[in-house]
C-alpha cells in the first residue's frame, strides 16, 4: 500500500452545488490560514469554460465552509490580456517580509497558460504583478523567503523539443519581478514510471526542519488517458536546488469514485496544503477528476520518516 495519505470521511468537501451561484466545476485550491481560519482559494469553471478564483472558509479547514457569495478574483481581460480564457489553479504563499500573501496562478492567455503573481493582505482586494513567466508555464509557487537575498520560484515550463518531458524548474529574483538562474530540480522519469509523462509542483515547498517538502503532480500517460498521482521530495533548507529525496514511489492517487469520475476521470490535483497545529497533520487539498474538491490528510512526521528510506 503506496497511499500515505488518508481520505477525509465527508470528501468531496466541496462541489459545484454548494455554490451560491452557478458553476460547472470548482475544484484545484490554494489553501492558507488566514484569521484563525482555513482559507481556500478556489479554481471555479463556468459554464463558458472559464475559470475564476472563489475564497471558502472553514474554522477547523474540514467543514463548516463558507463560500464568498460573489467570485473574489474574477480574470481582468481588459486590463491584463493575459488572463484572456481565465485563470486557474493557484497557490498561495505568506511572504513575512512583505506581510502579504502572494498568489501565483495559471492566466490563460491567447499565447498559451503562463505564470502570474498577485498580492493581497486580506483575499478581497489583490495587487496584481503580471505575467512573470511566458507561456507555457504552470504550476509556480513562491518560496515563503529569500535564499541569499534572492526570492525563488518553483514552476513548470513547457519544452517544445520532440521528446522532451515537462520537467519542474527552480529560478531566482531579486524583486519577484524579474526570474533568472533557472534550472532543472525534478524531472519526469522516463519509460514505464508512473511520473513518465510529466511532472509539476503541488502545494507550495512546506519548510521542516528536514528540508523543504515538496508535493508533487506526476502524471502517466495509458491507452485511456492520462493518471495523475501524488509524489513526494525534500529540498535542501538553504540551498533548494539540491534534492535530498525524491520518492520512487507514488504516495497518492485517484481511487475513489469522485477521483475515476467527472470532466476529467483519474486526476488528483493538489494545489494547497495547511499543518493542522494540534494533531501535527498535513491537510492537503487537492482537484478531484476536475470537478470537485477533496481533501487527504497525513502526519507530517509520517511523510519525512517515509522520505528518510528514499532514494537521495
Ligand atoms: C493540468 C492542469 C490542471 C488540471 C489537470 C488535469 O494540465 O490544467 O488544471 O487539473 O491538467 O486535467
Known sequence: MAERFRRYAGNPILTAADWPYPANAVFNPGATRYNGEVLLLVRVEDFQGISHLTAARSPDGRSGWRVDPEPTLLPDPLRHPEEFWGIEDPRIVFLEEEGLYAV???????????????????????????????????????????????????????????????????SFSP?????????????????????????????PPIETPEGWLIIYHGVRQTASGRI????????????????????????????APYERVGDVPNVTFPCGAVLDPASGELLMYYGAADTCVALATAPLQDLLDYLRHCPT
Request: charged letters at 25%; aromatic letters at 12%.
Open 104 to 170: 501565483t496562478y495559471v492566466a490563460y492567455s491567447r499565447g498559451g497558460p503562463l505564470v502570474a503573481l498577485a498580492t493581497t493582505p486580506d483575499f478581497r482586494t489583490f495587487h496584481r504583478l503580471g505575467p512573470i513567466l511566458p507561456p507555457e508555464d504552470k504550476d509556480a509557487s513562491l518560496f515563503p523567503r529569500r535564499f541569499r537575498g534572492r526570492w525563488a520560484m518553483i514552476h513548470r515550463p513547457m519544452p517544445t523539443a520532440p521528446g522532451a518531458r515537462p520537467n519542474i524548474w527552480l
Open 175 to 203: 524583486d519577484l519581478r524579474h526570474w533568472g538562474d533557472h534550472t532543472v530540480i525534478i524531472e519526469a522519469r522516463p519509460g514505464g514510471w508512473w511520473d513518465s509523462d510529466r511532472v509539476g509542483l503541488g502545494p
Open 228 to 255: 495523475y498521482r501524488v509524489g513526494l521530495a525534500l529540498l535542501d533548507l538553504e540551498d533548494p536546488r539540491k534534492v535530498i529525496r525524491r520518492s520512487a514511489e507514488w504516495v497518492f492517487g485517484p481511487s
